[in-house]
């Protein structure tokens, strides 16, 4: 948004317009920024929703698994390390892996350059806090 300074107290009832028309903007924001990157909420709808990953050179997510999603991941930048149960590949641009549910599983980039992948999530639910840490670089062990 950009407005006059003059103008700042009308973001208010853009906002409640936002709320009134049920756009989920008007509560959270598309992009989250996480330790290891970000990810931007691409689509979403019932059972399942799309997202774009940014993982940072050198950056690790959370070794964790989910019960109630499963997950399907497409590089489209850089490489990843994808460990699931215990066993570690490493995928290429145009390459993809899918995790199952309740599969531990963990995406990492050792490498300088950034990772970008979409991660496709399917499942009866699939908020943040649907997360089982077991190991973590960020001191996140069952937190969300």
């Known amino acids: 948004l950009i ?12 906002v409640s317009k936002l709320n009134d028309q049920k756009y989920g903007e008007a509560k959270k ?3 989250i920024f996480r330790p ?6 691409i689509a979403e709808d019932i059972g399942w929703q799309v997202k774009r990953i940014n993982v940072n050179p050198e950056a690790s997510l959370s070794l964790q698994k989910h019960k109630f ?4 991941w497409i590089i489209v930048s850089g490489k990843a390390q994808v460990e699931i149960e215990g066993e ?3 995928l290429k641009k145009n390459e993809s892996t899918y995790i199952p549910l309740g599969f531990k ?4 980039n050792p490498w300088e350059e950034l990772l970008i992948l ?9 908020g943040e806090d649907d997360i089982e ?6 001191g996140r062990i069952n937190q969300n």
Do not use: C, M, P
């Open 29 to 31: 924001h598309r992009k």
């Open 3 to 14: 407005a006059d300074k003059k103008s700042s107290q009308n973001v208010k009832k853009i």
């Open 88 to 90: 570690k590949k490493i």
């Open 118 to 126: 979409i991660e496709v999530q399917s499942g009866s639910y699939l």
């Open 105 to 108: 599983h963990r995406l990492s």
């Open 69 to 72: 999603r499963t997950e399907h």
């Open 133 to 138: 840490r077991f190991e973590d670089n960020y």
């Open 36 to 41: 290891w990157g970000s990810y931007l909420s």
